[in-house]
């Protein structure tokens, strides 16, 4: 995979509208992408084509319902509360900022990761 930096400004700038802290929110490159953090715990990563969004087990079944959205898997077993955006709703703003709404409500309710 590589990495998409105009996917990554917009994941960025869709959170930042929604993190009342902006030094809250962090990112690394992870995993052949970009890794969107809040207080240290992932979010959401970036990638060419697609995009993950932690939105958290009890909010799984309103993401899965919106467009172009999948469960997430990993070696072939299953990751609840993480799913994958893909096109053409990957471009969908609307359908974009839900999740990272949905993201943001699940990862804000974590305890600050230590340093």
């Not at 890794?35 to 969004?53: K, Q, V, Y």
């Not at 509360?81 to 943001?104: F, I, K, N, Q, T």
Request: aromatic share 6%.
């Amino acid at each position: 995979m590589t990495r998409d930096p105009a996917l990554e400004a917009r994941m960025a700038q869709d959170f930042a509208d929604l993190v009342a802290a902006a030094g809250d929110l962090d990112g690394k490159p992870m995993f052949g992408g970009w890794c969107f953090l809040l207080r240290g715990h992932m979010l959401a990563a970036a990638r060419t084509g697609r995009a993950m969004f932690r939105v958290g087990v009890a909010a799984q079944d309103d993401a899965l319902a919106l467009p172009d959205t999948g469960s997430m898997s990993l070696a072939g077993r299953p990751k609840p509360g993480y799913v994958w955006l893909s096109e053409p709703a990957l471009s969908d703003g609307s359908v974009r900022r839900r999740l990272a709404l949905m993201a943001c409500a699940h990862v804000s309710d974590l305890p600050p990761k230590d340093a």
